[in-house]
């Protein structure tokens, strides 16, 4: 794990280098500074949990772990994100099935062709 000195500054370039627990981590330091300093606030709208819900989502069905239906699925989902941060609004589970619902099926399709290839 790299020390705080020899690590590059986080930039527009090289953000995508970041884990999501440290996306998380920074979106929590950034609500304590607006909450306990002069921070100032993103407007609203601007700050979404969806890609990294999606993209766990993605991870998931590389891991052959998505669940059998997508109610089951997104609610582990919501749980998952909710256990990642506490100070932003996380989505609703309502929300990752209306937003992720055709992916999870193009997904869990894909992941169900896969295993029945490795039967037979």
Known sequence: MS???SRQPITAETVDLLSDDEVL???EN???RVIHGDAKLMPPGKISLMPIVAGKLRHRAEANALLDTLAAESLWLTT???SKIQLHQTPSQGTISKVLGSEYKALKARSNAAIQNLKD
């Open 3 to 5: 020390t705080p000195a």
């Open 25 to 27: 981590v920074l979106l």
């Open 30 to 32: 950034h609500a304590m």
């Open 80 to 82: 998952w994100i909710e």
